[in-house]
């Protein structure tokens, strides 16, 4: 059953397809490029503007681009997968429900100060642990594949973790957008693998882009962070645990990596998703183009499938988009807070749909 | 009869315990021990041209003082904080102990031999690296006693003598005294 879901993404004929559509390898890394160095100038040029600019507009559609997503990418019958996918949702549950109820543990002062950062350290050993057990699972079945490495890495990352969790933490806020590079590697390697050997060298690109901003921003004096919401957005950034680096240059990369997270669920995936999905034969482009139409997915399209959940699952996720919008409108400091403290399930849900990749 | 016995024996003997137990004499309460808050260095000069004796503290260290004194940890390194903090640096030993149990472990499973060689290598040398690397944090230089030796010559000959400290914070004496420099000096 959980091959018969992933044959649309399997069955694959990069030949047929490169000359059935206009956009090319050439055409897709000239907007890559034009992408991530134009996010690159508007961060670096407006950093507190553009970050709430694009949290307003893209954080609630991208997250629905993902559910999507996911939603494509999960197998009708879960089959030998079952124990991954029971771990992972268990994980995702528990490790956002405890990771909301941190600032509400918070607001009732229930521990000392000088506890916090064991608590923190605390939730992020169960979500490496997790992670470490998900990979010890995807491992077990790749039977020719040694993934037992994981253990020792995932321990090992515990233990930098214990002794500078506030860090550790930090560094997830920057590697998360990175998370997305990596779904789209994956991606173009099933579905246009001509295009990956191009994509893999635009990411050269990045760290220069990153050595460019941290070479001009390095010596700019401190952004205004009198209002609340710059403060957040500073603070969100590092700006308190790293003090001796300009928190324009911070919040400013910070941007530049979340422009890039929101280009690739928004655009690059979408882009290359209906090119994917038309090589089956049973669609033309133009209705696998359809991002409404949940006959695309799997999970709604095979006899057994779950069509009605689907639909309510997307509609709903329409409904939350546009109430995350209302409340960005009515008071965006307090609905970014709330959006970013919700917003680990997606960061927690992009793990096991990417190991299900490797 | 001789169970009754027995247990009426054990009853008394449990019963004589709770009163003796409690009649033993409370421990004395420990003196206030003096509590470490910054580790910096102290240099004593000789100035013949000075009329009173001056203490000179640069900024940065009355900064880490004033956080220490007030325990804020806002503006503390990483390794002030990791060494503030016994519960986290304990586990992130025990988490590093199992890291690389586990590493040794999966390298004896699934590296062929000569590749073993090779990366058991890398990681003595890597071991050596971080063992050289905590000795050099953990003891930055010889005992204070050791760097103060030559204070009293120094000090008769009008030259300059740089030595690590601690700065305690002590009780208030009775003495009504102010500050004390203890220079740990072993008599010749």
Known sequence: MERTANIDLAAWRPRKLAGSHPLTARFFVGLLICCACLSALLASWLPLQFSVITVFLFAGPHNWFELRYFLMRLPVRFGKSRNFFLTAFVGIGFLTLAYVALPVVYAFNLWPDYAWPMILASWNTLLLLWLGLLVWLRGKQKPKQDWSWAIPVTLGLCSINWLAPEFFSLAIVYLHPLVALWFLDRHLRRTRPAWLRAYRRCLWLLPLLVAGMFWQLALTPALPDDNGLFWRITQHAGAQLLPNISSHMLVAVHVFLEMLHYGVWLIALPLIAPLAKAADGRHTLRERGRIWDVKTLPLARHPRGFPKLIVTALAFGVFLVAILWIGFSVNYATTRDIYFTVAIAHVLAEAPFLLKML | ?188
Not at chain 2, 128 to 156: C, E, K, Y
């Open chain 2, 1 to 188: 009869m001789k169970q009754f016995f027995s247990l009426c024996i054990l009853c008394l003997l449990l019963a004589t315990a709770k009163p003796a137990q409690a009649d033993i004499a409370r421990p004395k309460p420990s003196p206030d021990q003096p509590r470490v808050v910054l580790r910096t260095s102290l240099k004593i000069v000789p100035d013949s041209k000075s009329y009173e004796a001056r203490l000179q503290i640069s900024q940065s260290s009355l900064q880490e003082l004033r956080a220490a004194l007030t325990n804020t940890q806002a503006n503390e390194s990483m390794a002030q904080r990791i060494v503030h903090s016994s519960t986290r640096t304990m586990l992130a030993g025990v988490f590093m102990f199992l890291s690389l149990s586990f590493a040794g472990v999966w390298l004896a499973r699934s590296v062929q031999a000569r590749g073993q060689k090779t990366i058991t290598a890398l990681l003595m040398g890597a071991a050596v690296i971080g063992g050289a690397v905590i000795i050099a944090r953990a003891n930055a230089g010889p005992p204070g006693v050791w760097t103060w030796r030559r204070l009293p010559q120094n000090l008769s000959k009008g030259t300059t003598t740089n030595g690590a400290i601690d700065i305690e914070i002590v009780p208030d004496p009775s003495d009504g005294s102010g500050m004390k420099l203890i220079i740990p000096i072993r008599p010749e």
